[in-house]
């Protein structure tokens, strides 16, 4: 069964500390992983695809990562407005090496950001 | 605009009733999605549908049902039989062979 796990639950920085958000994830013919930023009683709002270890994608003040095993979410000098929910999702392959369609989330990790 | 529009954005409902959710997307893709949101929780997969009159339950279908009569529409009904369903309820939806999925803005069921 697939399985993703986000640490820490919460984390509050100050405006400018940067820091890290890490999803690891347990999940056979990994097809792709997702970062999404959700703020309170909004939908989703994908920010990064990775499909493979060693890839890297930046959005702003935004660094995703992935290993074989987690990825990363680096926040560099983030400011008030980054403050929100931010949830990792796995997407695997079905049988037949075919899209399989599921999305597995994480329970997520709230940030704030006090100026 | 292109989006996913999720109606309505409360709702309200006794006990005993059945109510159904409204999600519409004219992005044209094929997959479309219902998730579940509970307090400190992820999104927990209700039902999933890859093409027209065809959807498969995901982990927590007990209690719910669906339809997928258009490419556009994917409808969620919560039955009688759901125990506690007051939850955040999103739709989303992704183009066959590309992996991310677009999520709506949510309907807020409360049980009265």
């Known amino acids: 069964e697939d399985q993703v796990t986000q640490s820490p639950e919460a984390l509050r920085l100050q405006e400018g500390e940067s820091s890290s958000l890490n999803c690891s994830y347990t999940?056979?013919?990994?097809?792709?992983l997702f970062w999404y930023r959700q703020d309170p009683g909004k939908g989703p709002e994908f920010l990064f695809t990775?499909?493979?270890a060693g890839e890297e994608k930046e959005k702003e003040r935004l660094k995703a990562t992935l290993t074989k095993k987690e990825s990363f979410l680096h926040i560099t000098a983030p400011k008030p407005e980054d403050s929100a929910t931010y949830l990792c999702a796995v997407h695997r392959l079905g049988a037949g090496g075919t899209s399989y369609g599921k999305l597995t989330f994480g329970q997520g990790t709230i940030l704030t950001v006090h100026p | 605009d292109g989006g996913i529009t999720q109606s309505p954005k409360y709702l309200f409902r006794k006990e005993g009733q059945n109510v159904t959710l409204s999600c519409e997307q004219n992005?044209?893709?094929?997959?479309m999605y219902w998730y579940r949101q509970d307090p400190g929780q992820g999104l927990r997969l209700i039902y999933y549908?890859?093409?027209?009159?065809?959807?498969q339950k995901g982990d927590i279908a007990e209690g719910y049902s669906v339809s997928r009569e258009k490419k556009e529409s994917f409808p969620l009904t919560v039955t009688s039989a759901q125990k506690n369903p007051t939850a955040f309820y999103l739709c989303?939806?992704?183009?066959?062979?590309?992996?991310?999925?677009?999520f709506g803005q949510g309907t807020r069921l409360t049980v009265v």
């Open positions: 990775l499909y493979s």
């Open positions: 999940v056979s013919g990994l097809r792709g």
């Open positions: 549908s890859q093409i027209v009159n065809d959807f």
């Open positions: 989303a939806s992704r183009l066959t062979g590309e992996a991310e999925a677009f």
């Open positions: 992005l044209n893709h094929d997959a």
